[in-house]
T-cell receptor
Framework: AQSVTQPDIHITVSEGASLELRCNYSYGATPYLFWYVQSPGQGLQLLLK??????LVQGIKGFEAEFKRSQSSFNLRKPSVHWSDAAEYFCAVVLTDSWGKLQFGAGTQVVVTP | KAGVTQTPRYLIKTRGQQVTLSCSPISGHRSVSWYQQTPGQGLQFLFEYFSETQRNKGNFPGRFSGRQFSNSRSEMNVSTLELGDSALYLC??????????????FGEGSWLTVV
């Protein structure tokens, strides 16, 4: 079945430490891939996306993600987290023949400690 | 340019009532999609409209419906509300297709509480 998996429901990280959030997908073809962030009570803000080309993509707020076709993964990273990075992060995919129909992972809640 | 605008932001309804939520997409965007977000089920796709036609539909009962107007604005309606319909309803807009420059943008959402 087609699915998006974020294995980590909750991650706690110290301010200044690195962060990596995992995302795996299961589709017959490579979908388009997105990472969104949601602060409490807010909508979703796009961090970055991958359609094709360079497999390491840069996003906003110092985030980057690496697409690995062989592992069906699209992991999000940040070298040094800030307290303002505390939020929920969602990986999402969309297929070319159903643009506009995003399928989301369950989300990873990130807590940043002093 | 203005982002995706959803109204109302917050509303409380009683079981059995119906509700209509509105979404104004980013200017020039003709694809509008709707999502329901709940703590238990996460983010689930409801439907997507393009040029006034429903192009994709998720697995929701017929009580959930939508439409899109000629100016690309969209509404969704939920009839005979149930307690389980309490959720954040998110609208997203984008250009037509999966061209490399396209992005799917979200509004701030409409918080619906059914009592």
């Amino acid at each position: 079945a087609q699915s998006v998996t974020q294995p980590d429901i909750h991650i706690t990280v110290s301010e200044g430490a690195s962060l990596e959030l995992r995302c795996n997908y299961s589709y017959g073809a490579t979908p388009y891939l997105f990472w969104y962030v949601q602060s409490p009570g807010q909508g979703l803000q796009l961090l970055l996306k991958y359609f094709s080309g360079d497999t390491l993509v840069q996003g906003i707020k110092g985030f980057e993600a690496e697409f690995k076709r062989s592992q069906s993964s699209f992991n999000l990273r940040k070298p040094s987290v800030h307290w303002s990075d505390a939020a929920e992060y969602f990986c999402a995919v969309v297929l070319t023949d159903s643009w506009g129909k995003l399928q989301f992972g369950a989300g990873t809640q990130v807590v940043v400690t002093p | 340019k203005a982002g995706v605008t959803q109204t109302p932001r917050y509303l409380i309804k009683t079981r059995g009532q119906q509700v209509t939520l509105s979404c104004s997409p980013i200017s020039g965007h003709r694809s509008v999609s709707w999502y329901q977000q709940t703590p238990g089920q996460g983010l689930q796709f409801l439907f997507e409209y393009f040029s006034e036609t429903q192009r994709n539909k998720g697995n929701f009962p017929g009580r959930f419906s939508g439409r899109q107007f000629s100016n690309s604005r969209s509404e969704m309606n939920v009839s005979t509300l149930e307690l389980g319909d309490s959720a954040l309803y998110l609208c997203a807009s984008s250009l037509d297709s999966a061209a490399s420059g396209n992005t799917i943008y979200f509004g701030e959402g409409s918080w619906l509480t059914v009592v």
